[in-house]
């Protein structure tokens, strides 16, 4: 009796609940608004504490001093006034007429409260000041505990900008909008990482499964061209597989390397750029030779800290293809220089060649893209070779610029932090 087959199971339901928990009370979350609000706030109602406080014990002393009698009066049976702060008053009083006396008692009172009056005004003045000094030191403090947060994210962001991807904010404190923002990013670079985690994983996994048939094709392709009793047409037509399997090696090993390179690089080691150039020209002086193609220039020391391999790569790729594309017949030629300037290594890379349009600069460095008809031919590479130049590059926090030659060929500048 047949069985029936039992019914998929169905999957596994999340452990986790993607979306954040709601708040039963919103407006009694912590939010930036409101922690600013209550900080600033109480900074001006403390501030107004003290500044009325300070006001109100001067006030007290000025009153406390203008309570004191201005003049007395002495003698038994001769009544006489007498002032100290009143010289007017202080005369013979028996002899002053009673008007210019009056007169001269109001003075003396305005006087005094004039000079109490700016008493009080030139200490509340530099109570003021003081307060003033202490509300923008106490303030600066504030705003830069407030603002830390930000300035965390951002080191993060410039971090992550260097294709460090593995960086996480993870702020701790209050549930506010800081931390909302900062969450958001950890989970937008969590997913990024993963997307090129993913994207880095197929490249490699891709390249090499296909290497694996195309080595065994290499190999029977050269066994069949072994055989001296092969036809002529079976010869040619291997030759020409042979070719065909090879530029396929290429184009495999070049988007292998290219995925990798998008990356920063992680260990870094001295390394001389003009060691490096010198390596790259050695393994292309037979094509130069073979091209009549003269190479030349002065490399002086330039130590930088990256990948040596990867280094060596772009040299050897500028090298080549200021050889690929130079004149046809002798005259042509390729200027390589190393050198240090404003504290950064520099290599140039000059050739000799066809006239290349300012508006084409920016196509060179694209994958599989090349100047024109010219530059599609199969032993001229496979159009990936500036573009790994400005993929390690970029990895070692550096950049290249192309312009072209006045009289033909182009001018590459590759720039690296030493």
């Known amino acids: 009796m047949a069985t029936t087959p039992a019914p998929p199971l169905a999957p596994p339901k999340p452990t986790w609940d993607p979306r954040r928990p709601q708040n039963p009370l919103p407006w009694l979350r912590p939010t930036i608004r409101i922690r600013l609000t209550l900080l600033y706030g109480g900074m001006f109602l403390i501030a107004g504490i003290l500044l009325l406080s300070i006001i109100y014990l001067l006030a ?19 009544i006489s006034v007498s002032s100290e702060k009143c010289p007017a008053v202080d005369a013979d009083s028996n002899n002053v007429p009673l008007t210019d006396f009056n007169a001269a008692i109001a003075a003396c009172i305005d006087h005094q409260r004039k000079v109490a009056l700016d008493s009080l005004l030139s200490r509340s003045l530099l109570a003021l000041l003081g307060l003033a000094v202490i509300a923008f030191a106490f303030g600066y403090a504030m705003a830069g505990r407030v603002l830390a947060p930000l300035g965390r994210i951002t080191r993060t962001a410039r971090a992550v900008a260097g294709s460090d991807l593995s960086r996480r904010i993870e702020l701790d404190g209050p549930d506010d909008e800081l931390k909302e923002l900062a969450d958001t990013f950890d989970d937008m670079l969590e997913r990024l990482q993963r997307a090129f985690t993913a994207q880095q994983r197929f490249v490699g996994n891709a390249s090499h499964e296909l290497r694996t048939p195309l080595a ?9 061209l072994s055989d001296p009793n092969a036809p002529a047409e079976l010869q040619q037509l291997g030759k020409t597989l042979l070719a065909t ?3 396929s090696e290429q184009l495999v090993e070049g988007l292998l390397l290219l995925a990798r390179s998008d990356n920063q690089i992680v260990e870094r080691k001295p390394v001389d750029l003009a060691e490096v150039a010198s390596q790259a020209i050695d ?4 094509e130069a030779d073979a091209k009549k193609v003269e190479i030349r220039g002065e490399r002086a020391p330039a130590v930088v800290q990256g990948n040596g391999v990867l280094l060596e790569r772009i040299a050897l790729n500028l090298v080549q293809n200021a050889v690929r594309y130079n004149v046809q017949g002798p005259g042509g030629w390729v200027e390589v220089t190393t050198e240090l300037q404003h504290g950064q290594a520099v290599l140039v890379v000059t050739n000799t060649g066809p006239v290349v349009p300012a508006y084409e600069i920016d196509n060179l460095f694209e994958p599989f893209r090349r100047l024109r008809t010219e530059r599609t031919g199969s032993d001229k ?10 993929s390690v590059a970029r990895a070692h926090g550096g950049h290249i610029a192309a312009q072209p030659r006045e009289g033909g060929g182009l001018v590459m500048r590759v720039t690296l932090p030493i």
């Open 60 to 78: 007290a002393q000025a009153i406390t001093t203008g309570n004191q009698p201005l003049f007395k009066i002495v003698g038994g049976t001769d």
């Open 216 to 224: 065994i094709n290499r190999t029977l392709l050269e066994v069949h």
């Open 245 to 247: 399997n090879e530029r």
């Open 283 to 286: 393994q292309v002086r037979s």
């Open 381 to 390: 590479g496979v159009g990936l070779g500036l573009s790994i130049v400005r």
